[in-house]
């Protein structure tokens, strides 16, 4: 069904994204596949980051100074990043999204916004 409110007000504006982005980076560094990658990350920052990203391709107020998906993720293909790693990640955006009671359809949409940039992270475009 459309909607004519953002993905990002559907789901509770930035209320909602503070507590998504950090519920699923403690998902994230309890994965042991993808924890290694974040070793020397200033995860505060990444946290900030991630939010202002993620606001923005789901249709909130832009306000992203990170880098582009490529360059950002340029350090992580050479510690060895492959689509396994993309498909955790996404995994885990996914399930913090539903612990949070977020429907669906919505989860389903944000899983694309996530896959789309799939072969820029892995450095493919
Ligand atoms: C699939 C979708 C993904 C999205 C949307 C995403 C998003 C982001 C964003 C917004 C940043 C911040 C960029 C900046 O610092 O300027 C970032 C950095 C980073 N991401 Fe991702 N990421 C994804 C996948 C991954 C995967 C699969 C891994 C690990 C295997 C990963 C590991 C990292 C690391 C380590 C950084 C920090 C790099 C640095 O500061 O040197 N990301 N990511």
């Known amino acids: 069904m459309s909607d004519d409110k953002s993905i990002y007000e559907q789901?509770?504006?930035?209320?909602?994204?503070?507590v998504a982005v950090e519920d699923f980076y403690r998902r994230v560094l309890s994965d042991e596949?993808?924890?290694?990658?974040?070793?020397?990350i200033d995860m505060d920052r990444q946290i900030d980051k991630q939010k202002a990203f993620l606001t923005m391709v789901t249709g909130g107020p832009?306000?992203?100074?990170?880098?582009?998906?490529?360059s950002a993720h340029?350090?992580?293909?050479?510690?060895?990043?492959?689509?396994?790693?993309?498909?955790?990640?996404?995994?885990?955006l996914a399930e913090t999204l539903a612990s949070l009671d977020v429907p669906a359809?919505?989860?389903?949409?944000?899983?694309a916004v996530a896959e789309?940039?799939?072969d820029d992270v892995l450095g493919r475009k």
Do not use: C, W
């Open 11 to 18: 789901i509770g504006g930035e209320a909602a994204m503070n």
């Open 33 to 40: 596949e993808l924890a290694p990658f974040f070793d020397d």
């Open 62 to 70: 832009n306000q992203y100074t990170g880098r582009d998906m490529k």
């Open 74 to 92: 340029a350090v992580v293909v050479a510690k060895g990043a492959t689509d396994r790693h993309v498909d955790l990640v996404i995994k885990h």
């Open 105 to 111: 359809n919505l989860i389903e949409q944000i899983g």
């Open 116 to 118: 789309s940039v799939r």
